[in-house]
């Protein structure tokens, strides 16, 4: 799997759950101000990450990221 | 008393199953109040008792089943207190929530913690007390504590080691870091993984199945195979009250009470 490919089935995984068009979400948008979410949510998404995946993503992985691409680097490094 | 309502949480029972239902915005933080109404619910357990077999804990909370301690009431309280009165005061907190959690261990019910969401430290360790745990796919289980220079101080660790494997505990106690409820299961943490939003009604489900079987035998069972580890129990308290007064902690529960960081359930 790609980098590119993971970053849009991240994108897919956030449109659908968050309820935000899949259009209006780029590579290097900040998820939270994107998709409008606190730290609850983020744990959300990143279950929903990890089960999409099928991987365990630690979250003091996800300390200081806020981009989608970054997120994708993150997973790609555990898949 | 069949039937309470509080303010941070309830409890009713049908069909021979008491279900405790936790409900305090934002997820269910444990203070003072919602101590209160533990106390009162295992005051009641006996009655309780008499015409049940089963007991089900879960949360009326979206966000998750608990959070855990409620951090910003123990900072603002402790802040005008001495030294030695802090001390006293999480003292005095530390042996009630004993007594609580360890009266729902030693329940003469069967106990099923019916998890979804947030699941975090003293939450995590409420769901511990219990004899199955059944959660959702999007519960996460998390010890938070060493970020803020503490310890689990609800009975978590003592009751973690006696379920699982030292190496398990050790993960999550020192790096903090939160698991999924997959991860939960295949370290034989959760008995039963349900769909999303399905916890309870699986948690239903079971206690329906556990009423099959003779109360006594079952009761015995549980005694024989969970015992209570009370002198861990005795040590935890007395190590988080050696930790709690170091600068350190003031300092830690400062910086997560006046965080404005987008992640402060993260570790």
């Known amino acids: ?79 | 008393m069949n039937n309470f309502r509080g303010k941070t949480l309830s409890w009713h029972v049908a069909d021979g199953v008491v279900e405790l239902v936790l409900d305090r915005a934002p997820c269910n933080e444990i203070g003072l109040e919602t101590l209160g109404e533990l106390e009162h619910f295992v005051a009641s357990l006996e009655p309780l008792a008499r015409e049940s077999h089963a007991l089900i804990i879960s949360s009326a909370r979206q966000e998750g089943f608990c959070a855990g301690a409620d951090l910003r009431e123990l900072y603002r309280e402790s802040q005008p207190l001495a030294r030695e009165d802090r001390l006293i005061r999480v003292r005095d907190f530390l042996e009630r929530i004993h007594h609580v959690m360890n009266a729902l261990d030693d329940a003469p019910l069967t106990t099923i913690a019916a998890v979804h969401g947030v699941t975090f430290g003293g939450g995590f360790e409420l769901a511990l007390t219990c004899d199955l745990i059944i959660t959702d796919k999007m519960a996460r289980f998390c010890f938070p504590e060493l970020r803020l220079g503490l310890i689990p101080g609800f009975g978590g660790i003592p009751r973690l080691k006696r379920d699982l494997g030292n190496a398990v505990v050790r993960d999550l106690l020192l790096t903090g870091r939160s698991i999924n409820s997959t991860k939960a299961q295949s370290v034989g943490l959760v008995s039963q993984v349900a769909a999303e939003g399905d916890a309870l009604r699986v948690a239903r489900a079971t206690a329906a199945q556990i009423g099959k079987f003779d109360r006594d035998t079952a009761i015995a069972a549980k005694r024989f195979i969970k015992p209570i580890p009370y002198e861990e129990l005795r040590r935890e308290i007395d190590i988080f009250c050696d930790l709690f007064t170091r600068p350190a902690v003031e300092a830690g529960l400062r910086r997560f009470v006046e965080s404005t960081d987008a992640l402060p359930y993260l570790p």
């Open chain 1, 1 to 79: 799997m790609t980098l590119d490919t993971t970053t849009d089935e991240i994108l897919q995984l956030a449109a659908q759950h968050f309820k935000v068009p899949r259009a209006q979400l780029r590579p290097d948008d900040d998820f939270f101000k994107k998709l409008g979410i606190n730290s609850l949510q983020v744990l959300d998404l990143l279950t929903r990450i990890e089960q999409h995946f099928h991987i365990e993503l630690p979250d003091y992985e996800l300390q200081g990221v806020t981009d989608f691409r970054t997120l994708a680097e993150r997973i790609q490094s555990r898949l």
